[in-house]
């Protein structure tokens, strides 16, 4: 494990804050830029394809939405719509995936397509600055190899996510399993949720006192679980608080104030169909020359008492994801360190040191069916990973290899027959 080096499946020309894949579709969808300062830096949306080529990740900018002054801090999919998180608001967008009819209509004279000449002529490609500095990212327009495939991306139009008076972010965003609601959290502390699509307010309840760092939504939407900076994990039951959650109840030494919660995600137990999940993070409250670890804690997804806790590294968890049949868990630090963990027993299985050079944003497993499952080639999971530094990266597991059980059984009866002719050779008489 250790530190090595992971190359980067994508670069980008502003720093990276989200990342999700679209089941349907296996598009990457990263997002973010430089906000409203006036610096040059840019912000969007990249539509990314996927491959796996000679055994090698690689990926292709499909399609950039320009978002104009606003850039997107976190999205949710729910099928071809996005809800981007941009300031105080939910911004969506519905975006579609079509070949082309005729190449030549939207094509220029020098072959290219009509957005890969109109972003030659805006000057855009590697000699954009990106958000780290570098002139050399892949996230280059006038690159685009693809010209049969065109990208449609239309505003949908957006409700209010956070009232705070000043400078209000909305900071988390979910649809629900069955699409019907969209619930956002933001530094005002409230929750709010609306009837999707026809975004009809449903709840809107102050949730924390302060900023709301993370919620989810149970796959039944019985229980939507809330994180606040104000050190509590809130279970609730539409706008009913149900309980709060304790996860350090019986261990020795963690007083009330010394952690606080950071994510929270809710996650399927393999093999049991009924059975659920809730994943949470722990971080120090105070940053310490010789910080203390983190902590991972499970729940039972349904009663909410906490099954298994253990620590997860010194540096400061800052995103969690689960992947799609709840067998892993993806973390990302503020140092720019990535790890998966096994859910069952929340043992580390993969760990890279600083793959970022910076805090890691976001993480997003490739769905375990669909057209992602190709791409994901000889691999047990794949994680995406994006960062403050513009580099997007995929960090993947090989398939532990097994035995079939026919193999394992003829070699037990190998072992015993073996043992049995060693035994009547050594003492003749003995069967």
């Known amino acids: 494990m250790g530190k090595r080096k992971v190359p980067d499946l994508y670069r980008a020309p502003f720093p990276l804050y989200t990342v999700k894949v679209d089941r349907k579709s296996g598009l990457v ?3 973010g830029g430089g906000g409203a300062s006036k610096t040059g830096i840019k912000n969007g949306v990249h539509f990314l394809g996927l491959e796996l080529l000679g055994g090698q990740h690689s990926a292709t900018l499909l ?9 997107t801090m976190n999205m949710a999919l729910a099928d071809e719509v996005i809800a ?55 996230g280059d327009v006038s690159e685009m190899k693809n010209e049969t495939l065109q990208i449609t991306v239309e505003q949908m139009g957006s409700v209010q996510s956070d009232s705070n008076p000043q400078d209000p972010l909305q900071k988390c965003v979910r649809f629900s399993a069955d699409l019907k609601l969209l619930l956002a959290g933001g530094t005002d502390g409230h929750i709010r949720v609306w009837e999707y699509p026809d975004l009809k307010e449903k709840y809107d309840f102050k949730a924390h006192e302060g900023e709301i760092e993370d919620l989810d939504i149970s796959p039944d939407n019985k229980h939507l679980v809330t994180v ?26 963690i007083t009330e104030k010394m952690y606080r919660y950071q994510s929270c995600r809710f996650g399927r137990v393999p093999d049991q169909k009924d059975a659920l ?5 722990q971080i120090p409250h105070k940053r310490d020359r010789r910080p203390p670890p983190c902590y991972l804690t499970k729940w039972d997804g349904q009663v909410f008492l906490p099954l298994l806790t253990k620590p997860c590294g010194n540096e400061v968890i800052s995103c969690l994801d689960v992947s799609e049949s709840g067998t892993f868990l993806g973390l990302g630090t503020v140092t720019g360190s990535v790890a998966i963990h096994i859910a069952f027993s929340l043992q580390r299985l993969y760990y890279v040191q600083e793959s970022h050079g910076i805090v890691v944003t976001d993480l997003a497993f490739l769905p375990e ?13 794949a994680l995406l990973s994006v960062a403050v530094d513009s580099r997007c990266q995929m960090h993947t597991v090989p398939n532990r290899r097994s035995f079939p059980l026919w193999m394992v059984l003829f070699l037990c009866a190998f072992m ?13 008489g003995f069967i």
Not at 233 to 244: A, K, N, R, T
């Open 63 to 71: 399609h950039s939405c320009d978002t104009d002054t606003r850039a």
């Open 369 to 381: 069916s669909g057209k992602s499952q190709a791409v994901k080639g000889d691999n047990e999971v």
């Open 84 to 138: 981007a998180g941009q300031d105080g608001n939910c911004s969506l967008m519905r975006f579609r995936q079509r070949a082309s009819k005729d190449e030549r209509k939207t094509g220029t004279k020098d072959g290219t397509s009509g957005e890969q000449g109109s972003a030659r002529r805006r000057g855009g490609g590697r000699g954009d600055k990106t958000g780290a500095g570098d002139k050399t990212g892949a």
């Open 277 to 281: 999940r809730l994943f949470t993070v």
């Open 416 to 428: 015993v027959v073996g043992v049995l002719l060693l035994l009547q050779h050594l003492f003749p």
């Open 29 to 31: 969808i990263t997002a």
């Open 228 to 253: 606040g900076r104000d050190f509590a994990c809130s279970v609730w039951c539409g706008d009913q608080l149900v309980m709060g959650l304790c996860w350090h109840d019986n261990i020795p030494n």
